[in-house]
């Protein structure tokens, strides 16, 4: 059974850091291209960034760029987003989330982690 | 980067009755090397995530009812849920993935009447 397991969340003040992990089991994650989507309270869905598998290819949403990065350590079947910088624009729900099928970009998400919340306020 | 509007915002269907979303994209999602429409469709339950339910527009993913189908082409969609259960109550998105960034609609939710 595929599973994510999102941690880190919690509360941070403006211009704080904070780190997210997503420990992935019941697959081959290194084969497998993964992504961050994030929902603010009452708010819809936003992709934040995506990794390829081997890590070669990243992509962020403007509104994070130069802020958070994202990574992953196959060897430890774990995603991560280090967040800094953070603004109260960042309070969400953040997923990560499996890629179905490798297509060129992105792709859609087959599998979501019951996500994290991360809120910013002083 | 690509727009997605979806209409209604929400709507109330009975039991049993059809239920239809719509999902507009502001450029055609429709890859022409392979023929494919790079649009899915989710559903999310109050306090759960996002659950995939078609993918290439009208592909169902494994274990999806096969109440829920989806239709369309090029920039116009459709979710159709044709017989509305209980356990359907929820916000339901689009997402195109043509392009980087993929977008998702602003979602449309669906009650019982």
């Known amino acids: 059974e595929v599973q994510l397991v999102e941690s880190g969340g919690g509360l941070v003040q403006p211009g704080g850091s904070l780190r997210l992990s997503c420990a992935a089991s019941?697959?081959?994650?290194?084969?497998?291209?993964m992504n961050w989507v994030r929902q603010a309270p009452g708010k819809g869905l936003e992709w934040v960034s995506y990794?390829?598998?081997?890590?070669?290819?990243?992509y962020y949403a403007d509104s994070v760029k130069g802020r958070f990065t994202i990574s992953r350590d196959n060897a430890k079947n774990s995603l991560y987003l280090q967040m800094n910088s953070l603004r109260d624009e960042d309070t969400a729900v953040y997923y990560c989330?499996?890629?179905?099928?490798?297509?060129?970009?992105?792709?859609?998400?087959?599998?979501w982690g019951q996500g994290t919340l991360v809120t910013v306020s002083s | 980067d690509i727009v997605m509007t979806q209409s209604p915002d929400s709507l109330a269907v009975s039991l049993g009755e059809r239920a239809t979303i719509n999902c507009k994209s502001s450029q055609s999602v429709l890859y022409s090397s392979n023929n494919k429409n790079y649009l899915a469709w989710y559903q999310q339950k109050p306090g759960q995530p996002p659950k995939l339910l078609i993918y290439?527009?009208?592909t169902r993913e494994s274990g999806v009812p096969d109440r829920f189908s989806g239709s369309g082409s090029g920039t116009d969609f459709t979710l159709t849920i044709s017989s509305l259960q209980a356990e359907d109550v929820a916000v339901y998105y689009c997402q195109q993935y043509y392009s980087t960034p993929p977008i998702f609609g602003p979602g449309t939710k669906v009650d019982i009447k």
């Open positions: 989330a499996r890629v179905g099928i490798a297509v060129a970009g992105v792709g859609y998400f087959d599998y």
């Open positions: 290439w527009a009208s």
């Open positions: 019941g697959f081959t994650f290194s084969s497998y291209s």
């Open positions: 990794i390829s598998s081997s890590s070669s290819t990243i």
